[in-house]
């Protein structure tokens, strides 16, 4: 009766609830079923990822439609003065965020266990969720009565999308809290990063 569909990062983009739903789901199970559909969703995409990442990939092989940016640079001077002075900053970098890490754990620990809630603009559905889980789904029962099935999946949608942006907020304000690893997080988003910032690559 109902479906989720996320993108890779886990952003819920799309609800669909059968317009017969109410012959097959009383309002109580209408939400459990929003519940099981959005789990069923997460576990898909961590199936996935955990797919991709034991599937070998030729060496050197790009990923489609991805230039080899390896053929398109230039290489630095590691030996030279402005490199040494990098390679010492990122040993630094890296010792603060060793020194830091248990402050850093603890946040994302904390993070984890705090409830998150999601409403849509008429705030006539409000989710919870809990380290990523969705652990509640709560309708308001006057509107759920008359509202249209495409409606109410817009709603939730809404919903688990505000909760969605909650929950990344909240992962960037530890980031804000502990610079170091905020820098850390820039240098490995990508190998070009990472090696112009070294002095490898021009």
Known sequence: MVSVTIQRDGMP??????????????????????VEAFT?????RLSA????????SPAGEAEAGEPDWSSQVQLGDPTSRQSGAAIRD?????????SRMSDYAASVEASATRSITGENSSRTV????????LAAVAIDAEWLRAARHDRIADAVAEALAAA???AQDGRERILDELPAFRRLQHLTESPQTLLREIGLLR
């Open 164 to 166: 969605h942006r909650a």
């Open 90 to 98: 990122l040993l630094d970098l890296l010792n603060e965020v060793d």
């Open 49 to 56: 990822w955990g797919e991709a990442m034991a599937r070998p």
């Open 126 to 133: 409000r989710v919870t969720m809990t380290a990523g889980a």
């Open 13 to 34: 983009v799309d609800v669909r609830l059968q317009p017969e739903w109410r012959n097959k789901l009383s309002s109580a199970a209408l939400s459990a079923a929003i």
């Open 40 to 44: 069923n969703a997460i576990t898909a």
